[in-house]
């Protein structure tokens, strides 16, 4: 934004640094584009005598390309909002999440103990019942395990075709987290991941990557670290208060932008254990 408006409009100077330009600032902030056009539209008419007839000029279309932009990218772009839960969901809890806006349910459905988590198909039949639309699941594997990650994601795959095929939509998440559950080496941990991959792609539908900046340095030893990157992301940061936007995001793993974001962890939303995910199609 040109520094003559930042002089005329201090209140804006917390939104933007001098630095950016209109075009940078218009694709960094796209979604909240609408408020801050108000607010300089508010701000510039009241200063407008100051500004010459070229000024006046380039504003006018400037604010005509950002509006543009905007209904272009609502057009194209929708935010749903769901949730992820490794215990049953129950009927009324289901049509409960379904009436607060929840479009999206992702149920584990393979547990780091090396075993299928029996209450996945339940989840995913109840949500189906429910009408949420989107329901995936996530394995949370066990790297650790003798069990091959092709036989992990094999055996999970293979009990939600033959139990609920119909309930679930084809995706699967890998669940990458927690250190504890993966090796101490590094170069061990990469092999086993990609194989985990390499699984997903040959067996699944659509696959996704769950992880975390702090989470994928802790486990690969970089953030640098590039593999499986074309897959969607779904990344876990919490704020207070909270904050169901990309805001936020830090690139990690060959990722430049996210599909999903889990913005808060465990709570009750009713009356069942779930964590909160903002998602951008």
């Known amino acids: 934004m040109p520094l003559f408006a930042i002089q005329m409009c201090p209140s804006l ?16 902030t796209l979604v909240g584009v609408s408020k801050f056009l ?29 509006i543009s932009a905007q209904e272009a990218f609502n057009s194209t772009s929708t935010a749903l909002y769901g949730v992820d839960m490794s215990s049953l969901l129950s009927t009324s809890s289901a049509s409960c999440l379904k009436s607060a806006g929840m479009n999206t349910l992702v149920m584990r459905a393979y547990k780091s103990s090396n075993a299928i988590d029996s209450n996945a198909c339940g989840t995913l039949q109840n949500a189906a019942s429910a009408g949420i639309p989107q329901r995936d ?30 309930s679930w939509s084809g995706r699967v998440w890998l669940d990458i987290e927690g250190s504890q559950y993966w090796s101490t080496s590094t170069s061990t941990n990469k092999a086993w991941y990609e194989s985990l991959v390499d699984a997903c792609r040959s067996t699944a539908t659509s696959c996704g990557v769950y992880s975390s900046y702090y989470q994928w340095s802790s486990i690969f030893g970089s953030t640098s670290y590039s593999y499986g990157s074309d897959l969607p992301l779904w990344y ?8 169901p936007s990309f805001s936020d995001f830090s690139a990690f793993g060959g990722w430049k932008a996210p599909y999903g974001k889990q913005y808060q962890g465990t709570t009750t939303q009713c009356s069942a254990s779930v964590d909160l995910n903002y998602f951008q199609q």
Not at 13 to 28: A, M, P
Not at 45 to 62: K, R
Not at 161 to 166: F, R, V
């Open 13 to 28: 100077s917390n939104q933007i640094h001098e630095k950016d330009t209109v075009i940078l600032f218009s694709l960094r």
């Open 38 to 66: 108000s607010e300089v539209r508010n701000c510039l008419s009241e200063n407008v005598h100051v500004l010459t007839p070229m000024f006046q000029i380039i504003i006018l279309f400037t604010f005509l390309a950002l």
């Open 137 to 166: 699941v996530y394995i949370f594997p066990c790297p650790t395990c003798s069990t091959s990650a092709q036989a992990q994601m094999t055996a999970m795959v293979n009990n939600l075709k033959t139990n609920c095929a119909s």
């Open 236 to 243: 876990a940061h919490y704020e207070s208060p909270a904050n």
